[in-house]
């Protein structure tokens, strides 16, 4: 196997034309976070991204889009904001994931959404866990009747929906909003949540803010950002900044009016963009690894994804180690002279050495 390290924006029409073929012949790899597109994106604001491209016998056989965090930490790429990660290929194809890192050049590999059935990954799992879904292979209706026969939230939120008709305003559902109202109060639910939660406020962080607005801006049927909303009135009351392919929504800013919490507008907006989603060829929409209670509600499936780290315990440790370092002594201002004759230069030039001989 050879592997090539390019920077994304350095791959050609073959090469890009090769991935979306990998991605259209297997269905498991159909999540938009997973598309050349939203690598590209990506890469257009993060500068330390790269794609490892394997080639084989028969030719190209295999991408893998990384990020390079802290100098030496290697994370999926978009980490952060991406709910699905791993190596996109070809049918029958398999690889050594210590002989990619190595081509790489990366001491270490850290994941937490990686699609768990990518075996050569496997042994270095260390956890796993189901990302619930909705499933829409057999229409909406068909996913309303199995919601039906296992629990009440198909009919409790209808019955909330129709009392907020009647004490705010007529329901309209927008599927593709280009309202720049829906976008404005779903930043604004979000900016507020973030700070209630202490959470970072995506929305804020600039090479976030840049991947959304160029995904926004895309007109791919293979990657593009889309704005969902409940809309009572003249009122937003919820919507939904997500992520799509041609058959797959990913589950990715959700908020809506905390005021009219009692309407489980939230719930209603899932239930609305399974419907129109269904009409309009999306197969599943995933809502992304969590425990919250709604979405095992109107989750019918699942699919399993793991988190862990590719590389030796010392490759972590000494990593970890020597990003706090540099932090350390960047924020001190002496980087320059730490380097050449401290500690973070030793560790350096050690893990150089170690990286060389693998």
């Known amino acids: 196997m050879k592997i090539s390290v390019v920077r994304p924006d350095e791959l050609g029409p073959g090469e890009l034309a090769a991935w979306r073929q990998f991605q259209k012949d297997r269905p498991a790899l159909q999540n938009p976070f997973l598309a050349p597109e939203f690598t590209l994106a990506v890469a257009r604001h993060r500068p330390t991204a790269r794609v490892a491209v394997c080639e084989d016998a028969d030719g190209i056989a295999g991408f893998f889009p990384y ?33 990619l890192l190595k081509a790489c050049r990366l001491p270490v590999w850290e994941f937490d959404h990686l699609m768990a059935g990518q075996e050569p990954f496997a042994p270095f799992h260390t956890e796993r866990a189901g990302s619930p879904l909705i499933s829409l292979a057999d229409g909406y209706q068909a996913y ?3 919601r039906n026969r296992t629990g009440d939230v198909v009919k409790q939120t209808l019955r909330k929906q129709r009392k ?9 559902f927008e599927w593709d909003d280009r309202d720049p109202a829906a976008l404005a109060a779903l930043r604004e639910w979000k900016g507020a949540q973030y700070r209630r939660t202490q959470q970072y406020d995506r929305f804020t962080t600039g090479w976030i803010e840049g991947v959304l607005e160029e995904l926004l801006a895309s007109g791919s049927d293979d990657c593009r950002a889309v704005v969902s909303t409940v809309w009572a009135g003249d009122r937003p009351v919820a919507a939904h900044l997500g992520l799509r392919s041609q058959s797959v929504l990913a589950y990715w800013f959700p908020s809506y009016d905390v005021d009219l919490s009692r309407y489980s507008a939230g719930i209603l907006l899932c239930l609305r963009m399974a419907e129109a989603g269904a009409a309009d060829g999306i197969r599943h929409i995933d809502l992304g690894k969590s425990e919250a209670l709604y979405k095992t509600r109107l989750a019918n499936g699942e699919t399993p994804v793991a988190a862990g780290r590719v590389g030796r315990s010392w490759t972590v440790a000494t990593a970890r180690r020597t990003q706090s370092a540099v932090s350390r002594t960047i924020k001190q201002g002496a980087l320059g002279e730490k380097l050449k004759s401290g500690r973070t230069g030793r560790v350096l030039r050690g893990l150089k050495a170690r990286l060389a001989a693998r």
Do not use: K, N, S
């Open 144 to 146: 309303v009747a199995d």
């Open 164 to 172: 907020m008709a009647r004490e705010v305003g007529a329901e309209r």
């Open 67 to 99: 990020e390079v965090r802290g100098r030496m930490i290697g994370v999926p790429i978009g980490a952060g904001i991406t709910d699905c990660q791993g190596l996109v290929h070809r049918d029958g194809f398999t690889w050594d994931a210590a002989a």
